[in-house]
């Protein structure tokens, strides 16, 4: 997945924003995508202030950030009603996609498609529409700030993919300080910087 076109968010709603936005609507701009659950406690402490902070940071007109509220357990907690709240609440200000459900195995759809493993996820993708980096749990802010900085700076030419490998899934669900995780999807890990 890593250096491969992002492929569109499968959303039933979006919220901070009065259209639906899609990733090929945001070429030629680096696009930070966080995924989050409202009641992931390492998304609440660190990654929603994260992505606020990366939306404070940077131009709009070089970075784009979108949240996917992406709920994989307590769905009934976790609803429109109850996301509009945490939003005015915690103050986020960045469009919100609400991921589709899946009846079928309630795992999100945009979360089986980019092969997330949990909440919080990062995935920066480049001004071209590639994947660049993705990751699952908290990640260091001044790590993520030279990553960004370094593709808002890329140009067509000079760009250079990002080494990635496989990381085994870890064989238990649930939440911890850093991240809440699911058992079934693989997940890709940097190994170099960029």
């Known amino acids: 997945m890593i250096n491969s076109v992002a492929p569109e968010l499968i959303t039933s709603d979006w919220l901070n924003t009065d259209t639906a936005i899609s990733l090929q609507s945001l070429r030629g701009k680096v696009v930070f995508l966080h995924s989050f659950q409202m009641?992931?406690?390492?998304?609440v402490t660190h990654g929603l202030p994260q992505a606020s902070a990366v939306r404070n940071a940077f131009s709009?007109?070089?970075?784009?950030?979108?949240?996917?509220?992406?709920?994989?357990?307590?769905?009934?907690?976790m609803g429109k009603e109850a996301l509009k709240a945490f939003i005015h609440e915690y103050r986020l200000r960045f469009p919100i996609a609400i991921d589709m459900p899946d009846p079928v195995n309630g795992i999100p759809l945009s979360m089986q498609k980019y092969g997330l493993r949990?909440?919080?996820?990062v995935l920066l993708i480049d001004r071209q529409g590639r994947?660049?980096?993705?990751h699952f749990g908290h990640i260091d802010d001044l790590k993520l700030g030279s990553m960004l900085g370094q593709l808002v700076a890329e140009t067509v030419a000079t760009e250079t993919p990002v080494i990635m490998d496989k990381e085994k899934t870890a064989q238990t669900t649930g939440c911890n300080q850093n991240a809440c995780s699911l058992p079934l999807l693989a997940s890709v890990r940097q190994v170099k910087n960029f």
């Open 118 to 121: 949990g909440t919080p996820s």
């Open 39 to 43: 009641l992931c406690p390492a998304c």
């Open 131 to 134: 994947i660049r980096f993705h």
């Open 60 to 77: 709009q007109q070089d970075l784009a950030v979108i949240g996917l509220h992406t709920v994989f357990e307590h769905h009934h907690a």
